[in-house]
Each structure stands twice: as structure tokens, then as C-alpha cells.
């Protein structure tokens, strides 16, 4: 397992750049994650058809290329429905944010007491 550190998912989490930005079949454009996990609670079931079939797996595809997170995109191409999808962006986006709201460990040197032994 794959050790994602504060600043992959605030890299995760962020807008893409102007020109990487996923058009989808109706005209609609995702610029991060939290969009598309919204896009895929919304959209029908043949335009995610359209995106993610037999053939091809857009969705699964931007986020590998685009985004750089290995993982949601291999979960992605795994999903059979918009259901499934949706679930798995929701379930990334809150691991993701569990680290961006973590803090930074300290270490205490040799000899230093927990400061609450003091």
C-alpha cells in the first residue's frame, strides 16, 4: 500500500488545469474530484453509460492521467454503475480529507519525556 502524504491529497483534491478538465457527453466540465463525485450521484445512467462501458472507462482514465491517483482510477475502471462510482469517489475524497486534517507528527529528541509524563 501506497503512503499518501498531505500534500498528494491536496494535490488529489485540487482543481486541474484549465486544459485537463474532463467535458463530458452533455456538455458539463469537471475540474476535481468533489465535482465528479457530484456528476456521478446526478448524471443518468446513459451518460455514465456512454463514458464508462465495455469499450472504455473515461471517468477511470482522467483520473489516472489527469488527477495522478492511482488508486481512484483503478477503482473506477472496477465500478459497474454510476452507484458504484459515486461510492468509491465519496470513499476517496474522505480518506483524502482525513489527511489533509491531520498533524504533522513531532519528534521528541533522546531523552525528552511525553509532555504529558512531565
Known amino acids: 500500500m501506497t503512503r499518501i502524504l498531505k ?15 474532463f467535458w463530458y457527453h452533455d456538455g458539463q466540465v469537471l475540474r476535481n474530484m468533489p465535482e ?3 456528476a ?5 445512467d446513459e451518460t455514465f453509460a456512454y463514458h464508462a462501458n465495455e469499450q472504455r472507462n473515461d ?15 483503478t477503482d473506477l475502471g472496477k465500478s459497474r454503475n454510476r452507484t458504484q462510482a459515486a461510492k468509491k469517489v465519496a ?3 474522505t480518506f483524502l480529507t482525513s489527511k489533509l486534517a491531520k498533524k504533522p507528527r513531532t519528534k521528541r529528541g533522546p531523552g525528552r519525556k511525553h509532555p504529558a509524563k512531565r
Open 7 to 21: 500534500e498528494d491529497a491536496e494535490r488529489f483534491l485540487a482543481d486541474v488545469l484549465e486544459e485537463c478538465v
Open 36 to 38: 465528479l463525485q457530484k
Open 40 to 44: 456521478l450521484r446526478s448524471m443518468g
Open 59 to 73: 471517468f477511470s482514465t482522467w483520473v489516472r492521467d489527469v488527477i495522478k491517483d492511482e488508486k481512484l482510477a
Open 91 to 93: 470513499e476517496r475524497i
